[in-house]
């Protein structure tokens, strides 16, 4: 009735949160992934995904199939690393999950490099600036930033990563700088959108003493890093954002750092992996390319 094909194009599926992102995933139009939706609807006889304007939910039957669609190719993947393991070959598909503007700018090459130096691995890479939705099974390598909230995934140190709080130098000539963190309440400050956090609350910490939280009142926010960076070198306000991001700017100075001595918690890059003694021979090898390309964070060397 469904193919393992199916399969994976439906895992893919439910790891979005709407067609249309689906399709970005797949490389295929968004009519092309309705139409294939609806035949497998049409063949298995139930309604998998409800479509409405806010997105795509899961059915209970289509929570159903992804976790058995997540089982069945996992373990097809298994044999398929199994055999190849006999032949002392690194094959099989490595999956990788990474945050948009810095999968974009760091990861993306090193899974193209780890794919040609590995000719019989093919490899995807799945970019999102909020937390994916994916099934367990639908990954072998998640690069994450900042807090890690599921204590279940083993987390490799890549690299670290500070918040930094800047503005432009004309935001700083209209609106002067703040002096303390209370400060933060009458300027125009920028919010970030992302991984559930509480995005109007800024904690700042200044040696051993206690954290202190501001709570902010963003004249701008969005759900996309770049935006936010771009309206603040633009100078609409001030902005958090990590260091891997900012750092070219802050050397040419059209980014300003401000209130030295306090600092934002720190949102360190990590490779995230579900086990520690099931790592496959490709996703193991992709592993030390990471780390390999992380030993020395490429943007300390654009820090003032």
Known sequence: MIT????????TLAGTSSLA??????D???PAVTQRLHAMEKRLGVRLVNRSGRGTALTDEGRLLTLRAGQICGQLNDLADELAGRRGVVAGHLRVVA????????????????????????????????????????WDVMVHIGELRDSTLVAYPLAPNRRILCASPAYLARRGA????????????????????DVTLWRFKRGRGPALGVRIAPVLSSNTGATALEWALAGHGIVVRSEWDAAAHLRTRALVPLLPGWNLPEANVVALVKSRQELSARTAGFLSTLRAAFEAPPWRDALP
Do not use: M, W
Request: proline share 8%; hydrophobic share 35%; charged share 30%.
């Open 4 to 11: 393992t094909d199916d399969l994976r194009f439906f895992l």
């Open 21 to 26: 992102q689906a399709a970005r995933a797949l």
């Open 28 to 30: 295929v139009t968004p």
């Open 99 to 138: 945050p948009l503007g810095f999968g974009q700018r760091y990861i993306a090459g090193l899974v193209a490099e780890f794919r040609q130096r590995s000719e019989n691995v093919t490899a995807s890479l799945t970019l999102s600036d909020g937390p994916p939705r994916l099934s367990s099974d639908n």
């Open 178 to 197: 703040p002096a303390k963190p209370e400060d933060l309440r009458d300027h125009d400050c920028i919010a970030l959108r992302e991984n559930d956090e």
